[in-house]
């Protein structure tokens, strides 16, 4: 097993914990990567449950199983893979499909396939004594994460105007306790934040699939780098797929390999990832259609000047 956590991700951890008590490799010259030796490869990812099979393919050495060297390595933010790819320090990452897409307007990142879906992970909390999404004044936002676009979805479900609300930007382990403060008065997050909320005194109003939205997590990549290895890419892919198969056999072990990878608790990890599909599929046609909403709303909003077009950025027939 080999993991690397950044300084920001083992802050955070430190902070679940006490709640719950080399450079991108060139394109070969070839164009391929089967004549020579196996490339190095840093895989990114957040800290949260949801990412349970990367942890677990990391910790049952599956990845080495496949000939693969693979270095996983955490960050805060699910967000923090990417902008390694970014600076050409990361090949492979997991985030969001809207995550994906905002960075994908920045340089040469595209997505491989989904690997875990939900409507129920992704969670809007208000701060105690707010029932009703009306109530929400002060919205907590992780600019560029799929929070943002999650934020702007329950607004528009419930024809309130973005400018008769405001937005405060922090980081997803500081919004529990700016929603207990009243800094804020709600957030939609992923887990465990909403369940952290929550433990603060807030009440969860409602779920993203609640207001139309089911949640990819993607598995994206360096497109240089996926130019010129296409088959340690595909390995990878298929390395996820087998662990997202161990663990809807044995849900128990995503608890297991969370619990070690991010100290969230085992019990409490497996609680949180009851409704999410562990399962890595090729995009469809619908998600391709989703994803252009999504990268609309990036660029009608000003979050990015020219949108992503998904039909080029998510490669198909990987999965």
Do not use: H
């Not at 922090?170 to 992923?190: C, F, H, K, N, T």
């Not at 909403?194 to 699939?209: D, M």
Request: hydrophobic share 40%; proline share 4%.
């Amino acid at each position: 097993m080999r993991m690397r956590v950044t300084a920001a991700a083992a802050a955070l951890l430190m902070t679940v914990a006490m709640a719950a008590c080399s450079e991108n490799q060139s394109a070969g010259e070839s164009g391929g990567d089967s004549a020579g030796p196996t490339p190095a490869v840093n895989f990114g990812v957040g800290v949260d449950p949801a990412y349970s099979p990367i942890y677990l393919a990391d910790q049952e050495n599956l990845f080495d199983q496949a000939g693969l060297d693979v270095t996983v390595t955490q960050y805060q933010e699910g967000t923090g893979g990417l902008d390694a790819i970014l600076a050409k320090q990361g090949q492979v990452t997991a985030s969001t499909e809207s995550s994906l897409l905002n960075r994908a307007t920045r340089g040469d990142i595209k997505g491989l396939a989904v690997f875990s879906q939900s409507p129920s992970f992704i969670k809007l909390v208000a701060r105690s004594g707010i029932t009703d999404v009306a109530g929400i004044k002060k919205y907590g936002v992780v600019p560029g994460t799929v929070n943002e676009y999650a934020t702007n979805k329950v607004l528009d479900s419930r024809n309130i105007a973005r400018d008769t609300v405001e937005f405060v930007n922090a980081s997803p382990a500081e919004m529990p306790a700016l929603l207990q403060r009243g800094d804020v008065d709600g957030y939609i997050m992923w887990e465990p934040w909403p369940s952290r909320g929550v433990a603060n005194g807030g009440t969860v109003l409602l779920t993203s699939g609640d207001i139309g939205y089911v949640y990819n997590l993607v598995i994206g990549v360096d497109g240089a780098w996926y130019e010129g290895n296409k088959e340690t890419a595909k390995k990878v892919v298929d390395t996820i797929a087998q662990a997202c198969e161990q663990l809807t056999a044995d849900p128990a072990k995503a608890g297991t390999v969370t619990e070690t990878a991010i100290k969230v608790p085992a019990a409490e990890a497996q609680t949180l990832l009851e409704g999410v599909q562990c399962q890595v599929r090729d995009f469809t046609d619908e998600d391709i259609q989703r994803y252009q909403e999504i990268a609309q709303f990036q660029q009608d909003s000003n979050i990015v000047s020219q949108k992503a077009d998904p039909a080029t950025v998510m490669i198909r027939g990987v999965a």
